[in-house]
């Protein structure tokens, strides 16, 4: 696969009948190795090990309602009261990120009412703060650490 703009991180793999799987730590099965889910799991592990983001915490690939259609976020993470604390959309590497990317995950984060947006394609990320009092977001550098 190919090298993203994350650490290193350890993975672990399987092969069955010719299709590389990785193990989702969230999840806890093996998921089928595509060129999202190597950013997914790149991403999760960041949550994890650079953020110090709770494993309990963290949803991964979960079916939400916005306007009616079913959409599937890729990682939410909760605060300790339940509210959403982040949404993160993860691309393929060859995905440009734009202003579609942009409006998929406001359109998430309408239902789900998170304070801080990520866009990643595993090469280039984005970091947003929201404020919901004028309906717009703000870039960040970085999402914070984990408080407790």
């Given at each position: 696969m190919q090298q993203l703009n994350f650490p290193q991180f350890s993975f672990r793999f399987k092969n069955s009948e010719n299709k590389i799987s990785i193990f989702d730590v969230i999840r806890k099965r093996f998921m089928i190795l595509q060129p999202e889910e190597w950013v997914r799991q790149h991403c999760i592990h960041y949550l994890i090990d650079v953020?110090?983001?709770?494993?309990?915490?963290?949803?991964v690939e979960k079916e939400l309602i916005v306007n009616t259609l079913k959409k599937r976020y890729d990682i939410v993470v909760f605060n300790p009261n339940g509210n959403i604390h982040l949404i993160v959309e993860c691309k393929s590497p060859s995905v440009t990120i734009d202003q579609n990317t942009f409006d998929q995950i406001a359109q998430y984060n309408m239902a789900l009412n998170a304070t801080f947006l990520m866009i990643t394609n595993g090469l280039n990320h984005y970091y947003c703060q929201m404020d919901f009092k004028n309906k717009k977001y703000r870039f960040l550098k970085d999402i914070p650490d984990y408080q407790v």
């Open positions: 953020k110090k983001y709770p494993k309990s915490l963290i949803n």
